[in-house]
């Protein structure tokens, strides 16, 4: 019997510290499930974070792409425009300064009209589209009838009017 009490006392030693072990077990299991959750919330976050910041890359290269594209074409103007016949550049300028006013409207227009031919025909626009041009810069001046009057002022009006492949068009 004795022995059996000491088996017993053995027994019960071992199962209290298997019972704390275990409880330990849990207690330190709960702990590295709340660590394992915590760090998957933080990984899902992060994850969120990497597709924010991908999605971003791909809206820079697409923004990289229209930049590109909008400086090629920028570009293609500044060249184009480096040809463009204009009155800054031109020799016309240096004459328009020494120029005598018009007195008399039909001076004017026969002055309007032999520019415009003559620059129509360095162009290659058949005679026909440059009269009609003219036509509608006429009509222009006719419409406000002050103009007519105040020939100084009308010859330095600009109009809107482009001559362009032989078509009157709206310059924008």
Not at 23 to 32: E, F, H, M, P, T
Not at 92 to 120: D, G, M, R, T
């Amino acid at each position: 019997r004795i022995e059996n009490k000491d088996k017993i006392g053995k027994l019960e030693a071992e199962l209290k510290e298997n019972q704390s072990k275990c409880k330990d077990g849990q207690i330190k299991s709960v702990k590295l499930e709340t660590e394992l959750s915590e760090m998957q919330r933080k990984a899902a976050k992060l994850q969120e974070e990497v597709t924010q910041w991908q999605l971003n890359v791909e809206n820079m290269k697409d923004n990289n792409r229209v930049l590109k594209e909008e400086i090629k074409l920028l570009k293609c103007f500044s060249e184009a425009e480096k040809h463009e016949k204009t009155f800054e550049k031109s020799n016309f300028k240096k004459e328009y300064k020494n120029a005598k006013i018009p007195y008399l409207q039909h001076e004017l227009f026969a002055a309007l009209h032999n520019v415009i031919s003559k620059y129509a025909k360095e162009e290659g626009i058949g005679e026909d589209d440059s009269n009609n041009f003219f036509k509608k810069l006429e009509a222009e001046v006719f419409v406000k009838e002050e103009m007519l009057f105040q020939l100084q002022h009308t010859a330095q009006r600009t109009s809107d009017l482009k001559l362009c492949n032989g078509r009157a068009m709206l310059h924008s």
